[in-house]
């Protein structure tokens, strides 16, 4: 399938663009690699000045991206400003940090005045999902500009749009050319990018499908890669919980951009102490719901990002039920052709229905009952996956102390899960590996080059060639 924007709100097809042809393909091979060659030898300071002005252009034109991106796949209008907001503190953060972080670090070490120097590795391919579609590339791109390593994007085949205004906002920055280089490129040709001698690095976000693909892809040619992929995060409600403050972060942690993110609370494991009452309060949090025109400030709730996708969770929803699961709740059906999907609770899903430890992407919560915290903390942990999580516990330390129990990437205790520019972004077992953002994120595609310098090489009676733990004996 070519790419292409439709409005899932209206199903107009906005526009379509045809696969990169090869010699577009040679040419950005090309000059993301004379970029890589010259920005080695350059500081990074003469780079960060790109990032602040990106930061103001994507502030000054919030509303601009920010149409573009709710056009492409359907996300509240407002969700997607917060986006470019978002996009820009990231931009400014790697700006403000960048050159602290990269800082060389010294060694103490008896071979010699030894320090670690963070060097750009090389051209990067940055593969790229459709649920946050300027957040995902900012995520990527903002720290390895700072490093000076050049991007080659390949993004979401139903999110063009966004792919191309990215890349122009980048370019208005100042960006040299060959900084950000989207191509629209087919699956064979991915694989082929990743093969070039010219490429270092591949970065992906998306499904546990996408990533094991590309990530193979990556082994084989010796790459080195980060995967952030699926998850079934697990939402807790600890015994001692303030049931006021689930309530009211329960519902928008699963309906939040469509229920279409990985770090979604899609597994509602609630101890029996509060389950009646956690089950009411989220059928009227569903119910109250209001599905509509994405761009209207009243609506709650935005269609899903494809017709696809709405056929899959439906699919999803029924194999549940037709293994034994209860339809605890279904929003009241929506007048639009729009794909919607309609809100829904799904409860008694046991470890033999289909769908148990599946990821269900979309406006469906999954809710379990358990007897205490423990069963609460074993039942999150029985999972393929483990990206991310929420705890509700009466202190904030009894909450920490179960988070950090979960075999997981990131939690947050008595709080709304949140991605910030300084924060680690990732996750463990099937979610994938490598981090995102933070100082970690920073350092994921860095050639971290050990220099030693001495005056006189340190020799003894071995003759020169001496390695550090016959000296330690001598
Ligand atoms: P997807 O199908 O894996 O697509 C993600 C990207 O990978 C797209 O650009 C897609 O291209 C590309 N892709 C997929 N298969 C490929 C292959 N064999 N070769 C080359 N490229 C390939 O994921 P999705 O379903 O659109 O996105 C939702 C998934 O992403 C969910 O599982 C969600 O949890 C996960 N996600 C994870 C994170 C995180 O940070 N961990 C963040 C957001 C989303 P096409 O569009 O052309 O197919």
């Known amino acids: 399938m070519a790419y292409q924007t439709i409005n899932p709100y209206t199903n107009e097809l906005v526009k379509e663009y045809p696969f990169a042809t090869d010699d ?11 970029l890589y060659k010259k920005w080695r030898n350059d500081p990074v300071s003469t780079r960060t000045p790109v990032l602040h002005k990106l930061a103001q252009i994507l502030r000054d034109e919030k509303d601009h991206f920010a149409k ?26 790697y700006a403000d940090h960048a050159e602290e972080f990269l800082r060389p670090r010294q060694i103490a070490s008896i071979a010699g005045d030894a320090q670690l120097e963070n060097h750009p590795l090389g051209v990067l391919l940055a593969v790229e999902p459709w649920n946050f579609p300027f957040y995902q590339i900012m995520r990527i791109f903002a720290p390895n500009f700072a490093i000076g390593d050049p991007i080659i994007l390949k993004h979401a085949a139903i ?25 629209f490129l087919n699956y064979d040709q991915v694989s082929d990018v990743i093969a070039d001698k010219r490429l270092q690095g591949v970065a992906l976000t998306g499904s546990e499908r996408g990533g094991t693909s590309v990530a193979s892809e990556a082994g084989k040619n010796l790459k080195k890669s980060t995967m952030e992929l699926g998850g079934i995060d697990a939402f807790i409600v600890a015994h001692d919980a303030d049931m006021d403050a689930v309530n009211d972060i329960a519902p928008r942690a699963r309906l939040y951009n469509a229920g279409q993110v990985c770090t979604s609370s899609k597994r509602f494991i ?39 996708a709405k056929e899959k969770l439906q699919k999803q929803v029924d194999d549940a039920v037709a293994g034994g699961a209860t339809l605890a709740f279904e929003h009241d059906p929506v007048d639009s052709d729009g794909q919607f999907f309609l809100p829904t609770i799904l409860t008694d899903i046991k470890k033999d229905n289909p769908m148990y430890g ?32 929420i705890v509700f516990a009466g202190t904030a330390e009894h909450g920490a102390e179960l988070a950090s129990r979960i075999e997981t990437g990131q939690v947050y205790v008595n709080t709304f899960f949140s991605s910030l520019p300084e924060l680690e972004f990732g996750g463990v077992k099937n979610s994938g590996y490598g981090r995102e953002l933070g100082q970690t994120g ?20 071995f003759g020169g060639l001496v390695l550090p733990f016959h000296l330690h004996e001598n």
Not at 279 to 307: C, H, I, Q, R, Y
Not at 372 to 382: C, P, Q
Not at 443 to 449: H, R, Y
Request: proline share 5%; hydrophobic share 40%; net charge negative.
């Open 270 to 308: 609630v101890t029996e102490n509060h389950y009646d009452e956690f089950l009411a309060e989220l059928k009227k949090s569903f119910a109250a719901v209001k599905l509509g025109d994405p761009m209207d400030p009243n609506t709650t709730l935005a269609p899903m990002n494809s017709k696809k």
């Open 159 to 183: 999110t063009p749009g966004s792919a191309l205004a990215f890349e122009d906002a980048v370019r208005r920055a100042g960006a040299p050319d060959g900084s950000l280089v989207n191509l």
């Open 68 to 93: 573009i991106m709710t056009v492409d796949m359907g996300k509240l209008y407002v969700e997607s400003q917060g986006e470019v907001l978002l996009c820009a503190d990231i931009a400014e953060y």
């Open 24 to 34: 577009e393909i040679e040419e950005a091979l090309s000059k993301t690699y004379a």
């Open 442 to 461: 920073l350092t994921s595609f860095v050639n971290q080059e050990l220099v030693v310098k001495r005056d006189k090489p340190n020799t003894n009676e």
């Open 358 to 389: 599946k990821e269900m992407f979309g406006p469906v919560a999954q809710v379990y009952k358990v007897k205490d915290d423990d069963e609460a903390v074993e039942l999150a942990n029985d999972a393929d996956y483990g990206l991310g999580g």
